[in-house]
């Protein structure tokens, strides 16, 4: 039988994007190495179509020291310029400055938190929240959104952070009409709401 996707339309027939919604996007993630290069790479992509971002992704890794947060956070002016010159990634100076930026508040909030992979989860009290595949933003994102521009961070509107969590599956968001949600046992969250800064199971 024929595998049902949600990203039939979004994807376009492309390999990588198909490959990207069967393997990755909305699946719970608690890794710290992919939550943050998914973080960093999201931010790069405001403005941008996620297609053209995920197809340069070997190259970011390459260029951006496999997302390592510790060596992005002390990239100098001079690497900055260098990254400028590398035509396998996105060249925005402000966004790559972002990224710099956006590393040393995360070395900042592994010290108040241990991780960014805590950070991130404890909005939701580790748990994972549905919302449907059509929302662009919510009261998570706005939140999240709020405390990592008060730590100083670049490029972390309320839709990108959508996004992003999303994508995490903090936010989860496959319908039941698509294979993931079947395989990600989604039943186990569909009902979970963030409301009024908590977690509740809304029952339809």
Not at 3 to 25: I, L, N, T, V
Not at 57 to 72: L, S, Y
Not at 75 to 94: E, F, H, T, V
Not at 148 to 154: D, Y
Request: charged fraction near 30%; glycine fraction near 6%; charge should be negative.
């Amino acid at each position: 039988m024929e595998k049902h996707s949600c990203f039939e339309g979004y994807a376009d027939g492309d390999p990588q994007m198909e490959r990207y919604h069967d393997e990755e996007w909305g699946k719970p993630c608690r890794d710290e190495k992919k939550l943050l290069e998914l973080f960093l790479l999201e931010c790069f992509q405001a403005g941008l179509s996620w297609k053209s971002i995920l197809h340069k992704r070997e190259n970011f890794r390459a260029a951006f020291d496999q997302f390592d947060i510790d060596r992005i956070a002390a990239y100098s002016a001079d690497k900055i310029d260098r990254l400028m010159q590398d035509p396998g990634i996105i060249r925005n100076r402000k966004k790559i400055e972002g990224a710099v930026t956006n590393a040393r508040c995360v070395q900042e909030i592994r010290r108040e938190y241990g991780s960014f992979t805590a950070y991130l989860w404890h909005f939701t009290g580790n748990q994972t929240v549905y919302e449907p595949i059509d929302v662009t933003r919510d009261e998570l994102s706005d939140e999240i959104s709020a405390d990592m521009k008060k730590r100083g961070m670049k490029f972390v509107g309320s839709v990108t952070i959508f996004s992003y969590i999303q994508s995490v599956g903090i936010i989860y968001s496959h319908p039941e009409s698509c294979f993931r949600f079947a395989e990600d046992h989604a039943e186990r969250f569909f009902h979970n709401r963030y409301r009024g800064g908590k977690v509740a199971a809304e029952r339809q």
